[in-house]
């Protein structure tokens, strides 16, 4: 679009051609009164006059607004004083620019430790730490709540934080403090000045002048307070003043003063204290806020961050017995490689002394590397999903995944400290191989009990039986009782001896007045979809409080069930180990003593040794993340962790 610019020469040429053609009339100055015995010629001259204003103001304006438009075209928004944008302006600069990367905040960090070190992994400096440690470094950390599956990228609206409870009890709208605001009293003040000039046709509505002036002041001052009743109190100083030249005034000014006293008390809808505490003064069908219903939503957010901490420590063991499993599986996978570069070097050795090896010490070189590969990745890791809540599981299956710095690195994010610091956590802890029994009809119990899901769900229950009540207060007409009382008090000065103050003082001037007042929708539509909508979600509560009821019967039968195989597979593998170990060291026995040895079994001797030694370590770790996960389907896994949750 091409937008030429304007000047408004052309349209002051014009004006004179537009307003010459209007009528033009040079009335005397008497005539010049608006006088209603002149009335029909002082209304044509006024509409003409008015006409010709107007349209010379109308053009002056669109020749100002074209000149304006063709002179600067702009999508900028007027920085005025109290609209700039100058600091959102640059931050937007900055971030599309990307330049000032050196003035940019990074975490203090080192460079990370990748494969390349990997040979020399035994030589980094290693921090060794406890299951305990890790938890208290994890909640002296924990500013947020977060999870092994970047929700804090993806989700940080829903993260738990040690702000989330402040944060409702401190909802200006939702909480138990803004629910109490409701009844807090309320001070109102207004005043008003005017003054008026005008005339009259007759007499009697000018106060027995055809010109009437008069000058007003009117003040109001007023205190209220609700009640947990619905009541709302009133007391009110209404103070007005009034100079006019009405011809039957006592004196010219006179103050006029009087004091209020007001009572409302809604005798069925809105009226009682239990609807009150529920629903909140002035609440309409289906919108609920008293001080009961906020007290539950607080409640709510009490079990929904402890439903966080409980998933987070959770996540801080299954990132601790990954990085147990990790060294252990990278120690397997080390003993494995070494034990195949000695095999490959005895063939090299008979290769090069032209003895005939055949085959074998290619296979043996396939297999050192092989080897080789998987302690490469049992050193590094990939990033794959590893053991973390709701991993098959709600406290997360043991995912049997190696890799000693991609685990180590996980720890370190779930506990708060730096990434890369040039060392490695060691965890030091050993898990427990004893058996555990569980009482089942304990443990069901305490989960039916403990389970933070199932308490929020009562509550969320208890919320919808409220509301029903309340809703059911709103098939009930209004009907509300009104009662005022005033004093009065009127004289020509405000205060003084004879004065509008003290004739209110003299309690001479009293009155009372008492009202009911009624309304009633016919049908009470908005009443019955109200009550019918909350028996519905009492239902609908209800059902789920059961199926969740039975998801953590389900859940709890499956942990228990998976400890007791963990903990037969520990035994299982345990054996196993012990026969392959067996199995190879005979065989380099025998190899020792110059036997001849069968070439294929010694390498499926030594790849069986390795697999057995890390199914072993698995089903170690399988049966503690069991232990745990019992603890946690039956809600104990905070107090078995010794984490005390306090809330204010």
């Known amino acids: 679009m091409l937008i030429r610019p304007v000047t408004l020469a052309p349209w002051s040429n014009l ?79 900055e971030m599309q620019s990307n330049q000032n990367l050196s003035s940019v905040s990074v975490p203090e960090t080192t460079a990370p430790l990748t494969l390349r070190s990997a040979e020399q992994i035994e030589s980094i400096p290693r921090r060794e730490i406890t299951l305990a440690d890790a938890l208290s470094l994890a909640l002296e950390n924990g500013d947020v709540l977060t999870d092994l599956g970047a929700g804090v990228l993806r989700t940080p609206d829903q993260m738990q934080t040690e702000w989330t409870e402040a944060l409702q009890r401190l909802d200006p709208q939702e909480s138990v403090e803004a629910a109490l605001s409701a009844y807090d009293a309320q001070l109102y003040g207004f005043g008003k000045w005017q003054n008026n000039d005008r005339r009259f046709n007759n007499r009697f509505f000018g106060g027995g002048s055809n010109a009437f002036k008069q000058d007003t002041h009117d003040y109001v001052m007023q205190l209220s307070k609700r009640t947990a009743t619905g009541a709302q109190f009133s007391v009110r100083s209404v103070t007005d003043y009034d100079a006019n030249n009405a011809t039957g005034n006592l004196t010219n000014s006179a103050w006029q003063t009087q004091l209020h006293a007001e009572a409302r008390q809604p005798l069925l809808q809105g009226g009682g204290l239990q609807f009150n505490r529920i629903a909140g003064p002035a609440a309409l069908p289906g919108v609920y806020n008293g001080v009961l219903i906020a007290k539950v939503n607080s409640e709510v957010t009490t079990t929904q961050f402890e439903q966080g901490l409980r998933d987070y420590v959770s996540n801080v063991i299954n990132a601790y017995w990954d990085l147990y499993f990790a060294y252990r599986d990278a120690d397997a996978k080390r003993e494995a490689m070494l034990r195949s570069q000695k095999t490959w070097q005895n063939y090299e050795a008979q290769r090069s002394s032209n003895r005939a090896s055949g085959p074998s010490e290619a296979l043996a070189r396939e297999q050192y590397f092989r080897f080789r590969s998987e302690y490469q990745d049992a050193v590094a890791g990939k990033p794959s999903m590893r053991t973390q809540n709701n991993n098959a599981t709600t406290g997360g299956a043991f995912a049997g995944v190696g890799g000693v710095q991609a685990a180590e690195r996980r720890l370190r994010l779930i506990l708060g400290i730096p990434i890369n610091d040039g060392t490695l956590l060691r965890p030091i802890d050993e898990p427990s191989i004893a058996k555990i029994e569980f009482d089942w009809d304990s443990i069901a119990a305490e989960a039916v009990v403990m389970r933070s899901e199932l308490r929020q769900q009562r509550l969320e229950i208890k919320r919808c039986e409220m509301e029903l009540l309340a809703a059911k207060n709103f098939l009930l007409p209004t009907l509300d009782l009104v009662t005022i009382y005033r004093l009065r008090g009127l004289d020509k000065d405000l205060a003084g001896s004879d004065s509008a103050l003290s004739d209110l003082g003299s309690f001479d001037l009293q009155e009372y007045e008492a009202s009911l007042e009624f309304k009633l929708p016919v049908g009470f539509r908005q009443g019955h979809l109200a009550v019918r909508n909350a028996k519905l979600q009492v239902s609908r509560e209800r059902a789920i409080l059961d ?102």
């Open 547 to 648: 199926a969740q009821q039975r998801q953590i019967m389900h859940d709890l039968t499956s942990m228990v069930a998976e400890c007791d195989r963990a903990y037969e597979q520990l035994g299982t593998n345990f054996n196993r180990y012990l026969a392959a170990s067996d199995a190879l060291n005979a065989l380099d026995a025998s190899q020792g003593t110059g036997m001849k040895v069968n070439f294929d079994q010694l390498l499926d001797a030594q790849r069986r040794v390795t697999e057995s030694q890390s199914h072993y370590y698995s089903a170690l770790v399988e049966y503690t993340i069991a232990t745990k996960n019992v603890h946690l389907e039956k809600g104990t896994l905070l107090r078995s962790s010794d984490v005390l949750l306090i809330t204010e």
């Open 15 to 93: 004006l004179p051609r537009l307003l010459s053609d209007a009528p033009q009339h040079h009335p005397s100055d008497s005539s010049r009164s608006v006088g209603l015995t002149h009335g029909n010629q002082a209304t044509r001259f006024s509409k003409r006059r008015s006409l010709q204003h107007a349209l010379q103001h109308t053009l002056c304006v669109a020749g100002a607004l074209v000149g304006l438009v063709g002179c600067r075209h702009t999508h900028q928004l007027p920085e005025t004083i109290g609209q700039r944008t100058e600091c959102v302006d640059a931050l937007i600069c």
